[in-house]
């Protein structure tokens, strides 16, 4: 398995990339968000693979984060979900709002990335809830808990904005109930 690769960034078409490892180019698939922090041609370039085996290609996977890579991995293993789809989850989503649109369960916010159909987001936010991973692009100070991402959903159903319950959930402490937090934050959003 290929886990890294280091070398020099010869060519950049996007979404491919060729890296130059000791003489050999290295063709890898790359999603936007990691197209955009690469360095200049001609540069070092250090990115984290995933290399995908099958019976007609072998294909080389590169990201610049290990977020992005996890969030990638638990992308494909997902029926119906292959890493072109993957690919272009992670180019029209970062990998905190893919988190969010998970936490929050907004179907919406992924089918405004192309090839991302209704039935492929209601699939993707039931599959990937809880597989994340606990800090996986979530900003310090929001859900923490399941019982918070639980507060979060009935907040954004009663009509408050992503901004407005994420903030109210994030003053909720670790250890409240889903009832009392939806209490707790219903009483700080009509303080503010």
Do not use: W
């Not at 996977?61 to 293993?77: H, N, P, S, V, Y």
């Not at 310090?140 to 507060?151: C, E, F, K, R």
């Amino acid at each position: 398995m290929i886990g890294r690769i280091l070398g020099t960034l010869l060519d950049k078409t996007p979404p491919q990339i060729l890296v130059d490892c000791s003489g050999v180019g290295y063709e890898v698939d790359v999603p936007m968000s990691t197209l955009y922090t690469l360095p200049a041609v001609g540069q070092t370039v250090t990115l984290l693979t995933h290399l995908s085996i099958r019976e007609d290609a072998h294909q080389l996977f590169g990201f610049a984060t290990a977020q992005e890579r996890e969030a990638f991995r638990a992308l494909i293993k997902i029926s119906g979900v292959g890493a072109r789809i993957a690919l272009a989850v992670l180019s029209g989503l970062s990998v905190n709002e893919l988190a969010q649109a998970i936490a929050a369960r907004d179907p919406a916010r992924l089918t405004r990335v192309p090839g991302i159909g209704k039935k492929t987001a209601e699939r993707l936010l039931l599959e990937l809830r809880g597989k994340l991973g606990p800090d996986l692009g979530r900003p310090a100070g929001s859900i923490t808990t399941p019982g918070h991402a639980d507060v979060l959903q009935a907040l954004l159903t009663l009509g408050y904005s992503e901004r407005e319950a994420t903030a109210a959930v994030g003053k909720l402490p670790a250890d409240c109930g889903v009832d009392d937090g939806i209490r707790q934050a219903l009483k700080l959003l009509a303080k503010a």
